[in-house]
């Protein structure tokens, strides 16, 4: 089975510019989260999808958005992006279900970088 | 608010050896699960163990162990017999039961010396 996978894994924006990133859940996942990873704030969640709907959202201003399509993917996008946004961005899915078992499989990350 | 504290941002150990990596956490809930997370450099997060708050026994996964004291709020983690592989950030994470948001702490670098 594959894993979680995220495109694209490394990008260069300048200030200003928005972003589009994205993200497959591993398959029969329905729930996918974003976090925000910074050496300075480490690993900051961001929102929470489940069947196309967001659960959970983090404290990150309106400028980060994100959607789930009716088969699971899931996209978050950044707005007039500032030089603060640069960071490894995490997409995690999970299964729900019971037991329930709260373990989150995590893909390798988009790593933003903005000039 | 719930909160993870991991007081040690580096720790070295050599080969074979055991090392153990410490994490705090604060919440008010009563059933919760705490995860030990694995990133190696460039690599994706893996779970390395997890210990669901109601059971007292505390999880095993081969040379991967916890120590687990819910009323102290603590849930360490014990690496044995240590191995190059070992090297990586890792994370000590809490989530309420149900819930979907993981609160990880600030993460601990582990260096193996060969």
């Known amino acids: 089975k594959a894993g979680v996978t995220q495109t694209p894994r490394y990008l260069i924006k300048t200030r200003g510019q928005q972003v589009t990133l994205s993200c497959s859940p591993i398959?029969?996942?329905?729930?996918v989260s974003w976090y925000q990873q910074t050496p300075g704030q480490g690993l900051q969640f961001l929102f929470e999808y489940f069947s196309e709907t967001q659960r959970n959202k983090g404290n990150f201003p309106g400028r980060f958005s994100g959607r789930q399509f009716s088969n699971s993917r899931s996209e978050m996008n950044v707005s007039t992006l500032e030089l603060g946004d640069s960071a490894l961005y995490l997409c995690?899915?999970?299964?729900?279900?019971?037991?329930?078992?709260?373990?989150?499989?995590f893909g390798e990350g988009s790593r933003l970088t903005v000039l | 608010a719930q909160t993870v504290t991991q007081s040690q941002p580096e720790m070295s150990v050599q080969e074979a050896e055991t090392v153990t990596l410490s994490c705090t956490y604060d919440?008010?809930?009563?059933?919760?699960?705490l995860f030990w997370y694995k990133q190696p450099p460039s690599r994706q997060m893996i779970l390395v163990i997890r210990?669901?708050?109601?059971?007292?026994q505390n999880a095993t996964e081969n040379r991967f162990s916890v120590n687990f004291q819910k009323a102290a709020k603590s849930f360490s983690l014990k690496i044995s017999d240590s191995q190059l592989g070992d090297a990586a950030m890792y994370f000590c994470?809490?989530?309420?039961?149900?819930?979907?948001?993981?609160?990880f702490g600030q993460g601990t670098r582990l260096t193996i010396n060969p």
């Open positions: 919440t008010s809930e009563s059933d919760y699960y």
């Open positions: 994470a809490y989530v309420r039961e149900g819930a979907q948001k993981l609160v």
């Open positions: 398959s029969g996942h329905r729930s």
């Open positions: 995690a899915s999970s299964l729900e279900g019971r037991p329930y078992t709260g373990e989150l499989f």
């Open positions: 210990q669901e708050a109601y059971k007292q």
